[in-house]
């Protein structure tokens, strides 16, 4: 008997992190997705997953915190390496650099960037064992491009850039695919308060994206079965970054 799919989604419950999880769970995928503190919203999640017809299980912790990442993935990622890893955690403090405060600095990286080292330090090794896996890093236009105002995310989300440009160097030889979506303006609680009348002009297609456009690449780049994508950054932008 074929052994079930399994798609970690770190940061799954809300935003584009909720709508990959349904994506991947249309797809086929049992899901555990892990979230910092909105019990709610990862409990709706994992209400909809099992609607779906697929198994859902949410863990809450902080991936800034090394202990407590390892205290929760460890065990389950030993017992069977998941298929699909999607890193999506990621929050934003935004300020320009000359009244950056120190904590507004290391919080965004230490989230963001830092995350992405405790996760992945602690599921390689398990899916390197299966020789086989799927990794899709979530940065951001503002990690091509910069953002004025965010410095601290700009540098967090191009470092996860180049963290999974690295990585894919590593692994590819072992049949673990590792690629990267830069999403630009997504309709998501992260950008409400953006100034979106001033955006809106410089975007191609004249709208600005869903989380449900990025769950859909997140998606090919972790089910489709005829891959040759490796080492890449894919852009969901609409055109903002060309």
């Not at 209400?47 to 407590?68: L, Y």
């Not at 990794?135 to 191009?158: D, F, H, L, M, P």
């Amino acid at each position: 008997m074929e052994k079930q799919k399994i798609a970690l989604v770190i940061g799954g419950s809300r935003g584009i992190g909720r709508a990959t999880v349904l994506r991947l769970a249309r797809s086929g995928f049992d899901i555990c997705l892990t979230y910092h503190s909105n019990h709610d919203a990862a409990k709706e999640v994992c209400q909809e997953v099992r609607k779906i017809g697929r198994v859902c299980e949410a863990i809450a912790f902080d991936v800034a915190n090394q202990e407590e990442t390892e205290r929760a993935l460890k065990e389950r990622t030993e017992a069977q390496a998941p298929d699909v890893v999607v890193y999506n955690s990621g929050i934003t403090r935004d300020n320009v650099l000359v009244f950056m405060t120190s904590e507004e600095w290391h919080d965004v990286i230490s989230t963001n960037l830092n995350g992405f080292y405790n996760v992945m330090h602690v599921v390689m090794f398990p899916m390197l064992r299966e020789k086989q896996g799927r990794i899709v890093v979530v940065s951001s236009t503002s990690g091509e491009i910069g953002q004025a105002g965010q410095v601290n995310y700009s540098a967090s989300k191009a470092g996860l850039i180049g963290a999974a440009k690295a990585l894919a160097r590593e692994v590819g030889k072992k049949n673990i695919f590792v690629n990267v979506v830069a999403p630009g303006v997504i309709e998501t609680d992260m950008t409400q308060d953006l100034p979106k009348e001033q955006l809106l002009p410089l975007i191609p297609i004249h709208r600005f994206g869903t989380p449900e456009d990025v769950a859909a690449v997140i998606d090919f780049l972790c089910s489709e079965k005829n891959m040759y994508i490796h080492g890449q950054v894919i852009g969901i932008n609409g055109g903002l970054a060309i």
